[in-house]
């Protein structure tokens, strides 16, 4: 009986010891710099600049986010200042948005500058990246407060946006697939800032090496999602017929068959897309009465134009965001292994052809 | 002086001897019909005076002939006993019996006329019911044994009686089925019982310290009930009962920790709802122990686990609070836990306005004033409900001081104390005993028979066999009804 | 030490042998196997681990066949048996530096793991203090607990492997092709990387004799390793599957990466809490290893009671963590030396134990006919 008590009380202060030891360590939430939003851009200068912004949790003050703002002394040291004013340094923990600068992403490949959130193992990499068309400062700049918090604001446009069909949506880990995976070239939301507003203006491709190659407008990036057979959401793209003049159309599923070969030295890809689609809106022709094989057909036929339209863009663009390499890879091994470091050349030059194929499930209400 | 003595006079003098001093003690002489001296003896209070006047005095006063045998002596008490040492005497007095002396006889008649003020059988308090009976034990043992035998009519149920005490002899009954209950049980409870040297026990819960296995344990070992239904539906699993005298709860064993999740209620209900309220009393299990920790953990160490608005929305209600989490934990786990004791405490209807008063002023109030945030409130609020979910009050309140390590585990070393802490605790668990059975039985060990009727109750007709958890001797429950387990009972 | 344990504290049930096994094969290992594989195979890993699931199903019948004739010996009281004092003593005494060796490895690990991922500012004694002390409390009481805290661990885990289809947000089946496109002969080399994850079944050598039903015990091993198997091919499938080969070379703990993509409404950064419920799962597996070590330790010795080794070894551990803070390298090191004591004790052991039992029947057979 009497053991116990002793053992017991020994361990209770060894707890107690250890107790005294770990203390002080944490801090409570509403003690730290939670970054939501970073940002990094060249200023005019070429210098490296990189903004963040974290929430101001007291009821007192005014602003509800916090901007800071860095700026290296000269292009040649930014790296090295990178490593001062890094993602890691500030608790990164949360963050939700990353917006790079078009003008770093022209001159720069932006995989270094992401680094920091694919190594430190207490980052958020579920961040969405997004390109602004402009200056970043722009964006952090600009005024928000009736809108909320800039946090929110930003994540919510861009989530809703591809929500809406009308980007793409670039998490962190997925940029990071995307850059070391030789079968797909990079892509990211592209954001601008208005005055008063903030707007989700399309797609920025980017090249394997993570530089900027073009910019995809929203209908085009709705029509990537098509092709990238990212049908999770239905797609809505609006068409000129000739017989209808212009419809809405929903796109709600799509079967896709894909034939890959090697012919006259060049990668040979046939995708048939068969979609499956509803009339939403019919805007100018609405009293003439169309049958609907003739529009079935006609929004097949403009379907495929568009999409010859962006495959063109894109292969100029040299890029290969729709991962046409996953197919050249599995397929075509050894002619594979002879372009893998160049993809997005050797995709320049594939031939490409899309056929499509629509079936209107419904004309909504109206007949 | 052990024996009693012919000499009616000689006992007279005993008997004012032993009990002097206590005024309540009635001493009647009187002359049979035949004129033989008699004596009687009894307690004022404890007695049936009715049947005194009835039963004894007037048939031995009005019709008795010389008594050679005091088992012979005309009295129409249902039981009476002839004993010949004043030990005996002593008891029986006490225990609310009168003692019949009559000159030349070595011997004494006690006669069962006990009638001490006694409650009248009532709701149980802290285990009220919907559907089940509405009766509970009461404060004497022999009426506690006549609710269960109600509910049991069957031979198979013996009953052992102890007498533990030495200054205050309290008869313990232990009641079993003798064909379900392992032998041993009974051995081994019957064990610990007569090691108890102790001078007085006036309830079960002090009962439960002398018989727990680890006594430095903080969970219960043992289940107690104040329903005779609860009581044979333990009795009918292999469990054994122990009736003490005195006390209104009933002393249920082997227990394990799942069992104090589970009810006589559950039973009655429908099946599906019952396997909802298992399920339920089980989240608020996790609830009490994990949930004020959990938060702990989150705002002081892994805020990144919250979703980014909801961070938002604690912060902001964080931001005035001037304390650390654990702080603020504290002060309004203690403040709730004050608000209970004080609401038992209090009369009824106080009571209840104390609940209301105190947890508009200390929520609304403090929150107000900065000194708590609006989640913690919550939290608090939320564990508290929980912890009134679990059943079994025992187990409840063990759970309530068990979640304080767990907060300052979390304080300290965050998600990673809460696991630390859990695996303590259920180690703890996993290696108890009660009376030879493993604690954590049907979990760990596993013994999937057993799972139809903790997390969820399947219908009755499926529970064919007792649990497994009692090492009961004789498994059958029932036969075959509603043939395959479903459909209709046969055109 | 209170009362010493008898036999009776020792019988474990077909489950707790099952689970024990199970949950002892899985370690720190799948956490990381998926770049393991594809370092050396590419997305052809899931056939290495099939091939691994065969050899380890065999060596592990092995060890039952081995260990039933002799049905009430443990490994430590076979092995003088039938090799004599000396040599049976070496070798246990080989045994015991091994399942020691792995306990000590894990526990290394696990600190690393929680620092890198959990609690990064805590230091590594604090932790080496917390964690042995639920340690201690499941290996004092012998093999009943350490069964009954595999099957509580697995009861408590098996939604983890499960959890791993939430990260998988955009699944590539393409990635799988062509198949065998890295050659079969890294397909063979990646089986020794897959054979190490299987490791654990081991604990058959101990566990047998006091499994209740010895019949079972080869189906039992069996099941072990099944279920070893599911949750492997799962962390491997689905991270093949979400990520590219490219990419998973480049994640050190690609298990867990994967866990960081599942968002719920009320919870993000799943790995945090996933990683620290992930610690009682390692110590399902320090704790049988730390018990086959005392236990070999106190039968060697002929004590009786396996507790002072437990605490002696815990003890040296939180010393240990004072004096030695391991690096990443470091305990890579560790990890590769235990991997060869593991593929020679418990793949060639086994195999070596079945045929020299055998011929040590036999000669026996010719000279006492």
């Not at chain 2, 052992?160 to 030495?166: A, E, F, L, P």
């Not at chain 2, 909801?310 to 964080?318: A, K, Q, T």
């Not at chain 3, 062509?178 to 654990?200: Q, R, Y």
């Not at chain 3, 945090?272 to 390692?282: E, H, M, N, P, T």
Request: glycine share 6%.
């Amino acid at each position: 009986m009497k053991r116990i008590p002793k053992r017991y009380l020994s361990l209770f202060a060894l707890i107690m010891l250890m107790a005294t030891c770990a203390c002080g360590k944490s801090t409570a939430l509403e003690m730290l710099q939670i970054m939501g939003v970073y940002g990094i851009d060249l200023n005019e200068e070429g210098r490296l600049q990189a903004y963040s912004s974290s929430p101001i949790f007291s009821r007192e003050a005014n602003k509800k986010y916090n901007i800071t703002k860095t700026t290296a002394l000269s292009t040649r040291q930014s790296r090295l200042q990178l490593d001062s004013m890094s993602i890691g340094a500030l608790t990164g923990r949360k963050l939700a948005t990353v917006l790079v600068g078009k003008k770093l992403l022209t001159e720069k490949s932006i995989y270094p500058y992401m680094d920091v959130l694919f190594r430190d193992p207490s980052s958020e990499i579920n961040a969405s990246i997004a390109m602004v068309d402009g200056n970043v400062s722009e964006i952090m700049e600009s005024e928000m407060d009736d809108k909320g918090r800039l946090e929110v604001v930003l994540f919510e446009e861009i989530e809703t946006s591809y929500e809406d069909r009308i980007c793409v949506l670039t998490r962190a880990y997925q940029l990071e697939d995307q850059l070391l995976n030789p079968r797909i070239t990079p892509y990211v939301t592209e954001i601008k800032a208005l005055p008063g507003e903030i707007k989700v203006t399309g797609t920025a491709l980017l090249s394997d090496d993570g530089k900027y190659a073009g910019s995809l407008n929203n209908k085009e990036s709705s029509l990537l999602l098509l092709l990238q057979r990212d049908i999770g959401r239905p797609i809505q793209l609006m068409l000129d017929l000739p017989s209808k003049g212009i419809v809405t159309i929903n796109i709600k599923n799509a079967n896709y068959n894909m034939h890959s070969a090697y012919g006259k030295e060049r990668f040979q890809f046939r995708v048939a897309v068969h979609a499956e689609a509803e009339l939403t809106e019919q805007a100018t022709n609405w009293k003439e009465n169309i049958p609907v094989p003739v529009l079935e057909q006609e929004i097949a036929k403009q379907l495929q134009q568009e999409c010859d339209k962006l495959i063109g863009k894109i292969q100029r663009y040299r890029v290969d965001p729709i991962g046409f390499g996953y197919y050249a890879k599995a397929y075509q091994l050894s002619r594979w292994k002879e372009v893998e470091d160049n993809w997005g050349d050797a995709f320049a030059q594939a031939d490409i052809e899309i056929t499509t194929r629509v079936k209107l499930t419904s004309t909504g209400a109206v007949k | 002086m052990n024996h009693l003595s012919t000499s009616l006079a000689d006992n007279l003098e005993t008997a004012q001897h032993l009990f002097c001093q206590s005024p309540d003690l009635v001493i009647r002489p009187f002359q049979l019909k035949s004129e033989q001296r008699a004596l009687l003896l009894y307690f004022e209070g404890l007695v049936d005076k009715v049947s005194i006047t009835h039963d004894i005095l007037r048939p031995l006063i009005s019709e008795a002939e010389a008594i050679k045998e005091l088992s012979n002596a005309p009295v129409t008490v249902g039981r009476v006993q002839t004993v010949s040492d004043w030990t005996q005497v002593e008891i029986s007095l006490f225990t609310g019996k009168c003692v019949l002396f009559v000159d030349g006889i070595a011997e004494a008649l006690i006669m069962f006329t006990q009638g001490w003020p006694q409650r009248a059988i009532s709701e149980p308090q802290t285990e009220s019911t919907i559907k089940g009976a509405h009766q509970g034990f009461v404060e004497t043992g022999e009426q506690n044994i006549a609710l269960i035998r109600r509910y049991l009519p069957n031979h198979e149920l013996k009953l052992n009686q102890y007498i533990i005490g030495k200054r205050v002899r309290s008869t313990m009954t232990l009641l079993y089925l003798s064909d379900i209950v392992k032998p041993d049980l009974v051995k081994e409870m019957e064990k610990r019982l007569q090691s108890i040297d102790v001078d007085a026990i006036l309830s079960t819960g002090e009962l439960t310290d002398y018989l727990d296995d680890h006594p430095f344990n903080l969970l219960p070992q043992f289940q107690t009930t104040e329903r005779p239904d609860a009581a044979v539906a333990h009795l009918l699993q292999g469990r054994i009962a122990l009736v003490v005298d005195h006390s209104p709860t009933v002393l249920v064993g082997p227990v394990t920790f799942v069992s104090f999740f589970q009810t006589v209620d559950d039973y009655s209900h429908r099946w599906l709802v019952a396997s909802f309220l298992r399920a339920l009393r089980f989240v608020a299990l996790l609830i009490t122990i994990f949930l004020p920790a959990s938060y702990i953990s989150l705002i002081a160490f892994h805020f990144e686990v919250l979703p980014f608005k909801l961070l938002l929305s604690i912060g902001e209600s964080r931001a005035r609070v001037p304390f650390p989490p654990i702080i603020e934990a504290f002060l309004m786990e203690i403040s709730i836990e004050m608000l209970r004791e004080a609401g038992l405490r209090l009369p009824g209807p106080v009571g209840q306005t104390i609940g209301v008063v105190g947890g508009i002023v200390i929520g609304q109030a403090a929150v107000q004033a900065g000194i708590v945030s609006n989640i913690m409130v919550i939290i608090v609020a939320l564990t508290a409900i929980s912890s009134f979910i679990i059943p079994d009050f025992d187990m409840a309140s063990s759970l309530r001081l068990i979640r304080f390590p767990f907060m300052i585990a979390a304080s300290l070393f965050g998600l990673i104390g809460i696991v630390i802490s859990m695996l303590l605790l259920v180690g703890f668990i996993m290696s108890m005993r009660t009376l030879g059975i493993p604690y954590g039985i049907p979990v760990a060990p596993l013994d999937m028979r057993d799972w139809k009727d903790i997390f969820v109750r399947f219908p009755l007709f499926m529970l064919k066999q007792r649990p497994r958890s009692t090492n009961a001797t004789q498994l059958r429950r029932q036969g075959r009804n509603r043939k395959g387990g479903q459909g209709g009972n046969g055109a | 030490m209170r009362r010493p344990l008898s036999p009776e504290d020792h019988k474990i049930s077909f489950t707790q042998f099952v689970f024990t096994i199970y949950k002892t094969q899985i370690g720190i290992g799948i956490l990381t196997l998926p770049r393991d594989l594809v370092e050396t195979t590419g997305t052809d890993g899931w056939i290495s681990l099939l091939i691994g699931y065969a050899i380890a199903v065999t060596v592990s019948i092995l060890i039952i066949a081995a260990m039933s004739k002799y049905p009430n010996d443990t490994l430590y009281e076979l092995l003088p048996r039938l090799f004599g004092a000396w040599i049976g003593g070496g070798l246990s005494l080989l045994w015991i530096g091994y399942a020691a060796g792995g306990s000590l490895v894990m526990l290394l690990w696990s600190i690393h793991l929680t620092q890198v991922w959990v609690l990064p500012a805590i230091s590594s004694p604090t932790l080496m203090f917390l964690f042995v002390l639920p340690i201690c409390l499941y290996t004092f009481h012998g093999l009943k607990l350490v069964g009954r805290f595999g099957e509580f661990v697995y009861l408590i885990s098996f939604w983890m492997p499960l959890s791993l289809f939430w990260g998988l947000k955009d699944a590539h089946w393409l990635n799988f092709l062509p198949i065998g496109h890295n050659g079969w002969v890294n397909i063979i080399l990646a089986v020794k990387t897959t054979l190490l994850s299987f490791l654990g079944f081991e604990l058959a050598f101990i566990l047998y004799p006091y499994l209740t039903e010895k019949k079972r015990a080869i189906q039992g091993v069996v099941f072990a390793n099944t279920l070893a198997l599911i949750t492997y091919s799962i962390a491997t499938v689905i991270s093949f599957l979400q990520f590219s080969e490219e990419t998973l070379k480049e994640y050190v703990w690609p298990s867990l990466v994967l866990l960081k993509l599942i968002r719920l409404p009320f919870v993000e950064r799943f790995e945090i809490i996933f990683v620290a419920l992930y610690l009682v799962i390692l110590f399902a597996t320090i704790v049988p290893y730390l018990y086959m070590a005392a236990m070999g330790a106190n039968r060697l010795l002929r004590t009786k009671n396996h507790r002072y080794y437990t605490i002696a070894f815990l003890a040296g551990c939180v010393v240990l963590s004072v004096l030695f803070r391991p690096s990443f390298w470091q305990l890579q090191w560790m990890g590769r030396q235990y991997g060869k004591a593991g593929f020679l004790l418990a793949f060639l052991f086994p195999v070596f134990l079945w045929l020299w039992g055998i011929g040590y029947r036999f000669i026996r057979k010719e000279r006492h006919p």
